[in-house]
């Protein structure tokens, strides 16, 4: 059985940082690319960063991009989203997920698996 379990969730202030965990179990990690999504109340779902098999590329919102940096460590099945330079409008319930294989370069599209999600909220 696949879980990915998130944490590191909070309240901080605009401005603060917060450093998000996902840790998975059940499947070979270094098998699979990673991403962290987001959403906020009455939103759609957005993509916020990938990183591929082995760390060797990742990408990025536009909206996130220079102030969160994706991370892995395949030794501990885990993923890192580090958070920067916090605003109001980053806050969302954020999910880590999992999928096997990028085609024709959409790092989006479906993801295998997903965690329960954790909670960020950023007040102004």
């Known amino acids: 059985q696949v879980t990915l379990v998130e944490s590191g969730g909070g309240l901080v202030q605009a401005g603060g940082s917060l450093r998000l965990s996902c840790a998975a179990s059940?499947?070979?990690?270094?098998?699979?690319?990673m991403a962290w999504f987001r959403q906020a109340p009455g939103k759609e779902r957005d993509l916020v960063a990938v990183?591929?098999?082995?760390?060797?590329?990742?990408w990025y919102a536009d909206s996130v991009k220079g102030r969160f940096v994706i991370s892995r460590d395949n030794a501990k099945n885990t993923v890192y989203l580090q958070m920067n330079s916090l605003k109001p409008e980053d806050t969302a319930e954020y999910y880590c997920?999992?999928?096997?294989?990028?085609?024709?370069?959409?790092?989006?599209?479906?993801?295998?698996?997903w965690g329960q999600g954790t909670q960020v909220t950023v007040s102004s």
């Open positions: 990183i591929k098999w082995k760390g060797e590329s990742t």
């Open positions: 059940g499947l070979t990690f270094s098998s699979y690319v």
């Open positions: 997920a999992a999928k096997r294989y990028i085609y024709n370069g959409d790092v989006g599209g479906k993801y295998d698996y």
